[in-house]
C-alpha cells in the first residue's frame, strides 16, 4: 500500500509540472509584440481642409503658426513580428494637394476587419491574413489655421475640437461622439447613431441627423431634417426644420420657424412668424410675432402672444395667449381651443369642438356638434349652428349685435341690465326667454309651432344694438 501511494504522488507531481510547463510555453508563444509607425508632416498655404478618418479618434486643434500639421501614430500588439509587421506596412495615410487645398485619407489595404472578445483578425487587398491581435489603436492629431472650409468624417470612433477655430466646418460622423468648441462660420452636421456637442457658431447651421442626440449653443439661420432625435439649441435667428419622432428644445428664435414634424415633442421660444404642418406632435411654439400658419392633426398645441393665426385642425388640442389685436381663422374638427384673448375669430368650419376663450372681440362661426363659451364678448357674434351650444358669459361696453341661426342648439347670453338692445326673433320649435317686462314689443305672434318677436328694451333706440335670430329651429335661446 506504501508503495502504491508513493507513486500515486510522484505522478501528481508529475502531472502538475507538466501543467506548469504548458502554461510557461503556452505564455511565451502567446507573448506580444509591440510596434509602432509614425507619420508627422507639415502643409503651408492651405486654406481647404478635408480630412476622411477611420479606425480611431481624430483630435483637432488650434496651430499657432498658420500650418497644418499631422501628427499620426499607429500602435499595433501582434502574436509576431511578422503579423505586426504586415499590419504596419498595410496602414497609409494618403495626402492630395490640390492649390490651396488638402485632402487626407487614412487608409488600411483591408478587405475583412473583424474583432471578436478583444482580438483582431484582418485579412488584407494583397490575400494575407492576420490573427489575434490584441490591440491596435491609431491616434491622430490635426492641428489648423484660420481657414476656408474644413471637413472631418469618421465612423466608429470620435471626433474632437478642442480650441476655439475660424473656418466653415462640416463634420460627417457615423457610431461616434463629437465634441467642439466655438466656431467662427458656418457649420454642417451630418451624423447617424452618435451624440454631438458644440458650443457656438457666428453662422448658420446645416444639420441633418438619425438617431443622434446634438447639444449646440446658439447659431444664425438653421436648417434642420432629423428622424429619432434629441436635439437641443440655444439662441437662433430662424429655423427650417423637417423632424420626425425627435425630442427637440430650442431657445430665443428672432427668425422664422418653418416647421413639418410627425410624432415629436418640439419646444421652441418665439418666432418672428411660424408655418407648422404637425401630425401627432406635442409643440410648444411660444410667442410669434407676425403670422401663425398651422395645419395638424392629433397633436397638443401651446402658443404664447401671435398676431393672426390661421389653423386647420383635426383632433387637436391648442392653448393660446393671443392678444387684444390678434386674429384667428380655423377650419377645425373634434378639437379643443382654449384661449386668452383675441380681437376676432372665424370658424369657417367647425365640427365636434370645444372653444373656450377669456375675452373676445368679434366672433363668426360655421359650427356642428359644438361647445362654445365667450368669458366677456365685446363686439359682435354671428352663428350658423348645427346642435351646438354657445355661452357668452358677459357682453362688453362695446357690443354691437347678433346673429343666431341653426337647428338643434342653445344660445345663453348673459346680458347687463343696463345694456339697451332690439330683438328681431324669428324660431320654429324653439324656445326663448327675455327680460318681457323691461320690453317695448312691436312685434309678437306665436303661431303652431313659430315664433316672431321684436322689440326693443325700454330706453333701447333704432340705433341700438340688435340681436337676430333667424331660421331659428328647434332652438333654445336665454337673453338674460
Not at 103 to 117: A, H, L, R, V
Not at 128 to 138: F, H, Q, R, Y
Not at 372 to 383: A, D, H, R
Not at 395 to 404: D, Q
Amino acid at each position: 500500500m506504501k508503495q502504491h501511494g508513493q507513486k500515486l504522488k510522484i505522478a501528481f507531481y508529475g502531472l502538475l509540472l507538466i501543467i506548469w510547463a504548458s502554461i510557461v510555453t503556452g505564455s511565451s508563444v502567446y507573448a506580444q509584440i509591440n510596434k509602432e509607425k509614425k507619420i508627422d508632416k507639415t502643409f503651408t498655404g492651405k486654406q481647404v481642409l478635408e480630412v476622411n478618418h477611420k479606425y480611431g479618434d481624430l483630435e483637432v486643434r488650434a496651430s499657432n503658426d498658420n500650418t497644418v500639421k499631422v501628427d499620426a501614430r499607429l500602435s499595433i500588439e501582434a502574436k509576431t513580428e511578422e503579423d505586426a509587421q504586415k499590419v504596419i506596412d498595410n496602414f497609409t495615410m494618403d495626402f492630395q494637394e490640390a492649390g490651396n487645398k488638402l485632402t487626407i485619407t487614412t487608409k488600411f489595404e483591408s478587405i475583412t476587419w473583424n474583432t471578436i472578445n478583444g482580438r483582431t483578425s484582418i485579412t488584407f487587398k494583397d490575400g494575407t491574413k492576420v490573427k489575434g491581435i490584441e490591440n491596435i489603436e491609431l491616434f491622430f492629431t490635426l492641428y489648423v489655421p484660420k481657414l476656408q472650409e474644413l471637413t472631418l468624417s469618421n465612423k466608429y470612433d470620435d471626433i474632437h475640437i478642442y480650441d476655439d477655430l475660424t473656418t466653415n466646418l462640416s463634420v460627417v460622423l457615423n457610431s461616434g461622439v463629437f465634441q467642439g468648441e466655438n466656431i467662427k462660420g458656418n457649420v454642417s452636421l451630418d451624423a447617424k447613431y452618435s451624440k454631438m456637442k458644440l458650443k457656438n457658431t457666428s453662422g448658420n447651421a446645416d444639420i441633418n441627423l438619425y438617431d443622434t442626440d446634438v447639444e449646440m449653443g446658439n447659431a444664425q439661420a438653421v436648417k434642420l431634417f432629423s428622424k429619432y432625435s434629441g436635439i437641443t439649441m440655444g439662441a437662433i435667428n430662424g429655423i427650417t426644420h423637417e423632424s420626425y419622432d425627435d425630442n427637440v428644445s430650442i431657445g430665443v428664435n428672432t427668425g422664422e420657424l418653418s416647421l413639418k414634424t410627425k410624432y415629436s415633442e418640439y419646444t421652441i421660444k418665439g418666432a418672428t412668424k411660424a408655418n407648422i404642418n404637425s401630425y401627432d406632435d406635442v409643440i410648444d411654439v411660444g410667442n410669434v410675432k407676425g403670422a401663425l400658419d398651422i395645419e395638424t392633426k392629433y397633436s397638443n398645441f401651446k402658443v404664447g402672444s401671435f398676431t393672426n393665426a390661421t389653423i386647420i385642425s383635426n383632433d387637436d388640442d391648442f392653448v393660446m395667449g393671443g392678444g387684444a389685436k390678434s386674429t384667428l381663422k380655423a377650419e377645425s374638427k373634434y378639437s379643443e381651443f382654449r384661449i386668452d384673448k383675441l380681437d376676432q375669430v372665424e370658424f369657417t368650419s367647425s365640427y365636434d369642438d370645444q372653444f373656450e376663450i377669456d375675452q373676445l372681440g368679434i366672433f363668426k362661426a360655421s359650427t356642428k356638434y359644438g361647445e362654445f363659451t365667450i368669458g366677456q364678448l365685446e363686439k359682435s357674434l354671428s352663428m350658423v349652428t348645427n346642435d351646438d351650444n354657445l355661452t357668452v358669459k358677459q357682453l362688453g361696453s362695446g357690443f354691437t349685435g347678433a346673429t343666431l341661426g341653426g337647428k338643434y342648439s342653445t344660445f345663453n347670453l348673459n346680458i347687463p341690465s343696463g345694456l339697451k338692445y332690439q330683438l328681431d326673433a324669428k324660431l320654429t320649435y324653439g324656445k326663448i326667454s327675455y327680460p318681457e317686462a323691461n320690453f317695448d314689443l312691436s312685434v309678437h305672434i306665436e303661431k303652431g309651432s313659430t315664433k316672431e318677436i321684436k322689440g326693443k328694451v325700454k330706453g333701447a333706440s333704432d340705433a341700438s344694438p340688435k340681436i337676430t335670430i333667424e331660421d331659428a329651429y328647434d332652438c333654445e335661446v336665454y337673453l338674460n
